[in-house]
């Protein structure tokens, strides 16, 4: 059986879940970042080292200015709260941030959190805020040209705005969707895909637990065959 290193998730639903209880949206992001604590806990007790989760795209600058300003809220309170609290529990912290866009408090807040010492690390935590795979592919690309390094698939990703991180061995969708939405679209050429309806405040510890298990029944041959 292999080993899972790196579970990526796309936490969609928060909107949704407000929406049916007919609560603000913010209601909805809040429980989705009470979420997320939850399944860092749950990835310390089931010793996988990298979790990475889309928390807000480029292109959700299109939303709402009130939603915007909710999530933007809830992102400082997380990081204060990262500080004071899970460094402590053995969380290191990485932002696959795009920087445009975002204000210089922003930005410091951003580059203090990932400089905090945690030891030892139990979970790499990669946030993907203000990203956009596409946008990150073009940096990407551009900041090999001004190094004039080679142009290959090893510098590549190692350039990429998730390097160290590995490749995931699982991607979660929730929320009923079935699409990637401008997401790690480099990073998941090999990675297994797992699409769940119900929305990210209602997923469990044991969603997860089935799809772990799905993942280990599955034959991963990376382009080639088992027999």
Do not use: C
Not at 206 to 223: C, M
């Amino acid at each position: 059986m292999s080993k899972i290193n790196h579970i990526a998730i796309i936490m969609d639903g928060n909107a949704r879940w407000s929406k049916t209880r007919f609560l603000p949206v913010f209601n909805g992001h809040l429980e989705g970042f009470k979420k997320l604590q939850e399944m860092v806990n749950f990835f310390i007790e089931k010793n996988i080292p990298y979790l990475s989760v889309y928390a807000f795209s480029t292109e959700n600058w299109k939303r709402p200015k009130e939603e915007i300003e909710g999530i933007f809220k809830i992102f400082y309170d997380g990081i204060e709260r990262y500080i004071k609290e899970w460094s402590k529990k053995g969380v290191k912290l990485k932002f696959f941030t795009l920087k445009e866009n975002l204000s210089n408090d922003i930005v410091r807040l951003i580059e203090t959190s990932e400089k905090i010492e945690v030891n030892p690390v139990k979970v790499n935590l990669g946030v993907a805020f203000n990203y956009g795979s596409r946008k990150e592919i073009l940096y990407t690309a551009n900041k090999i040209k001004s190094l004039n390094i080679d142009f290959n698939e090893e510098n590549f990703s190692n350039m990429l705005l998730t390097y160290p991180f590995p490749e995931p061995d699982i991607l979660i969708r929730t929320g009923g969707e079935k699409r990637i939405s401008n997401f790690f679209l480099w990073q998941i050429a090999y990675t297994e895909l797992f699409f769940v309806d119900k929305l990210w405040p209602d997923f469990t510890k044991e969603d997860l637990d089935n799809i772990i298990v799905e993942f280990h029944n599955r034959q991963r041959r990376f382009g080639g065959r088992n027999s």
